[in-house]
Each structure stands twice: as C-alpha cells, then as structure tokens.
Nanobody
Framework: QVQLEESGGGLVQAGGSLRLSCAAS????????MGWFRQAPGKEREFVAA????????YYADSVKGRFTISRDNAKNTVYLQMNSLKPEDTAVYYC?????????????????WGQGTQVTVSS
C-alpha cells in the first residue's frame, strides 16, 4: 500500500501559477508511476500528467501541455505539478495517483492509489 496526500491548492487569478505537491508514504515510492488527474464539477475525472519511475519520461494532456510540468523527487517521496498560465477552465479538484506497474497510462482505472484531492480555483 502507498498513501498519498496532496497539498498546494488554492485560489489564483487567471494567468497565475500554483505548485501542487503529493507526498507518498508506505511502499517504495520509486516503484510507482505517478500521475495527476483533475475533476471539475459535473465532469468526469480526467488525466492531466504522468511521470515514469525514474522521472525520465513525462506525459501531458493536450489541454495543459506547455503550461504544466510534472516532476518527482524520489529522495523526498514527492511528486509535483507546477501549473503556470492558469485558466478558469483549470478549476477542479486535483488528485495525485500511483500505479505499481512500470508502464505509464492515462486512464483512471490504471491507477490503484489515490489521494483525497486538493481544490484549485482560477478566477477570471
């Protein structure tokens, strides 16, 4: 089992930046592919970004490519999501997710471990 806890959400104006963090505890963090997903009110949870075990490979949804950056610090058991040039449509609850297999996937069913989420609100 791995436990995940997100932090860093909040209220920001359009064009601003936020950095989300996800602290992991439990099993060896380096064995997990990590991802970020988000869910806006009335919508399904959607993929945002993912990162391989080593951090050498990253993947992004088209809607955030060029604005968001996912990274990880395996020494600190933490994964980050740097969000720049935020837009009102980025408003959602953001979830950190872990996958105990080496392949990176972008579907929610591919991740077995989830945090409780952190709210990000972008005002226009």
């Amino acid at each position: 089992q791995v436990q995940l806890e997100e932090s860093g959400g909040g209220l920001v104006q359009a064009g601003g930046s936020l950095r989300l963090s996800c602290a992991a505890s439990g099993r060896t963090f380096t064995n997990y592919v990590m991802g970020w997903f988000r869910q806006a009110p009335g919508k399904e949870r959607e993929f945002v970004a993912a990162i391989s075990w080593s951090g050498g490979s990253t993947y992004y949804a088209d809607s955030v490519k060029g604005r968001f950056t996912i990274s990880r610090d395996n020494a600190k058991n933490t994964v980050y999501l740097q969000m720049n040039s935020l837009k009102p449509e980025d408003t959602a609850v953001y979830y950190c997710a872990g996958r105990g297999l080496p392949s990176v996937v972008t579907t929610t069913r591919g991740y077995g471990y989830w945090g409780q989420g952190t709210q990000v609100t972008v005002s226009s």
